[in-house]
């Protein structure tokens, strides 16, 4: 049994070897398990919490190699899907020379041809929702129709089971053929969340600004509203309690899984602390504060689920 369902994309991170050079200036790659719901769900487990990753992984050996590693995780795998004829994802990410990434495709498929878009909603696994606590959910899925009516099941599930929904924007428009649809259905996938993450870009893209306590003022269904900024830190609204924290200085060699890392150290807090931490302003401190250093110790190395 799981107290997070994590749900969405697993795939290999494919970082870039040479740093600081365009992507036609790169000479190899070195290939990562990475993917935001598995690199939480991976993350989860290793601080104690239980979770599970609902996902669609392609019958090839990429997709193989990425089940042993949830495996070895302990990660639950009930609800995970293998595809007969759909590739697992390969994302190829070129790096900066001080760590910071960027999304340079998939090489010789579209976005729209792996396995992960053709999530299969009416096989999931409702057990897995009979213990769970908190479901996390990325937006990458609303692209492809499939892995779309995927999210709706989910939801359905997560209401009929009183699990509250943790939602990471997580907005990357390499994965999308139209941004005009990202700023529609991202919003309405809102509407169903209780606690609300996304980066200061992301922010401002969505809401036209990044401040979160504005955005808990117009969004007043949901419990609580983060907002991640890299190294300049985060800032919070959670119930009536705001503030910021500033980031952890560190050496850092790859950010990718950074902010996954973070929402894991948040909802083991959450977990810990449940509806004091909502409450409670030193808690909800606190738990910013942890998460924050859990997404910093993610950026000491390459990959997210490799540590």
Not at 19 to 43: H, I, M, R
Not at 186 to 205: F, G, M, N, R, S
Not at 229 to 236: E, P
Not at 256 to 266: K, R
């Amino acid at each position: 049994m799981a107290e997070v369902v994590c749900f969405g994309e697993m795939l290999f991170d494919c970082l870039a070897d040479q740093l600081g050079v365009p992507l036609e200036q790169v000479k190899s790659w070195t290939n990562y398990a990475g993917g935001a719901p598995a690199n939480v769900a991976c993350a989860l487990v290793k601080q104690g919490v239980s979770a599970a990753f609902v996902g669609r992984l392609g019958a090839d050996q990429a997709g193989q190699e990425l089940k042993n590693v949830l495996q070895q995780c302990q990660v639950n795998t009930d609800g995970l899907q293998i595809d007969p004829h759909r590739p697992t994802r390969l994302v190829y990410v070129t790096r900066t020379g001080d760590g910071d990434r960027h999304f340079a495709g998939f090489g010789e498929y579209h976005t729209g041809d792996f396995a992960d878009t053709a999530m299969q909603g009416e096989t999931i696994p409702e057990s897995l929702f009979t213990s769970a606590q908190y479901l996390v959910m990325g937006t990458i899925a609303l692209a492809y129709a499939p892995s779309r009516t995927a999210t709706e099941r989910l939801v359905a599930l997560a209401k009929k089971h009183q699990v509250k929904i943790f939602l990471d924007v997580n907005w990357r428009s390499v994965f999308w053929d139209d941004e005009a649809q990202a700023k529609e259905r991202i919003p309405a996938l809102i509407t169903h969340a209780q606690i609300l993450k996304c980066t200061d870009e992301e922010a401002v893209w969505l809401f036209g600004h990044q401040d979160p306590v504005t955005i808990h003022q117009k969004l007043p269904h949901l419990q609580g509203v983060l907002v991640t900024a890299g190294d300049k830190g985060c800032s919070y609204s959670l119930g009536k309690n705001h503030g910021e924290v500033p980031a952890f200085k560190v050496n850092v060699r790859d950010t990718t899984g950074a902010g996954d890392s973070f929402v894991a150290g948040f909802l083991a807090q959450a977990l810990t602390h449940g509806e004091n931490l909502f409450i409670d302003p030193h808690l909800s401190c606190q738990a910013v504060t942890y998460a924050s250093a859990i997404g910093a110790l993610t950026t000491l190395h390459p990959g997210a689920i490799a540590r």
